[in-house]
């Protein structure tokens, strides 16, 4: 089992900045595909960012392309998702995901390849 912790949510103005932190208590947290995902009420959960396990890949949604860094730290067990210039569209709930059995360089965007989830984290983007 994994167990996956969000932190760092919270209000923001637009234009501003937030960093997220997944931590994850796996032994084998290395050779998981991580990814960030927001669900807006009453839609499906989507992908916003996902690194592959070795770190070399990654994915984007367009609407945080050039504005949101996703990034891994193996000796920490965590994720991150730096978060600039935020709009008001950004507002919702970030959740951390884990997705085991991928290959190294494979980066996952469907949320049903993704095993294991953290609780989720509020970010609201308003002035």
């Known amino acids: 089992q994994v167990r996956l912790v969000e932190s760092g949510g919270g209000l923001v103005q637009p234009g501003g900045s937030l960093t997220l932190s997944c931590s994850a208590s796996?032994?084998?947290?290395?050779?998981?595909?991580m990814g960030w995902f927001r669900q807006d009420p009453g839609k499906e959960r989507e992908p916003v960012a996902t690194?592959?396990?070795?770190?070399?890949?990654?994915f984007y949604s367009d609407s945080v392309k050039g504005r949101f860094t996703i990034s891994r730290a193996r000796n920490k067990n965590t994720v991150y998702l730096d978060m600039n210039s935020l709009r008001p569209e950004d507002t919702g709930v970030y959740y951390c995901?884990?997705?085991?059995?991928?290959?190294?360089?494979?980066?996952?965007?469907?949320?049903?390849?993704?095993?294991?989830w953290g609780q989720g984290t509020q970010v609201t983007v308003s002035s």
């Open positions: 796996a032994p084998t947290f290395s050779r998981f595909g």
């Open positions: 690194i592959a396990w070795n770190g070399a890949n990654t």
């Open positions: 995901a884990a997705s085991s059995g991928v290959r190294s360089g494979v980066v996952r965007t469907d949320p049903n390849e993704y095993h294991f």
